[in-house]
């Protein structure tokens, strides 16, 4: 009901299990539930981009992200 676009279970898992390798040259599986909720339990590999200062809008999202992926 929000605007936040989402893929389905079986896409995250065709993209898990290598089965969309063709599609792309790399996967980053972004986490960006809070700390406490990622810390609960998270997909294997996924980098945890949670909001700091209670922040919905984390100014620093995308310096966070090129510093996981170089």
Do not use: M
Request: proline content about 3%.
């Amino acid at each position: 009901t929000d605007s936040f676009p989402r893929i389905t279970k079986e896409t995250l898992l065709g993209c898990i299990d290598r089965k969309l390798d063709l599609c792309f040259d790399r996967l980053i599986i972004v986490d960006c539930r809070f700390r406490y909720e990622y810390e609960g339990g998270h997909i294997d590999g996924a980098i945890s981009l949670a909001p700091r200062f209670g922040s919905i809008v984390d100014t620093n999202f995308f310096d966070d992200l090129i510093r996981h992926i170089i």
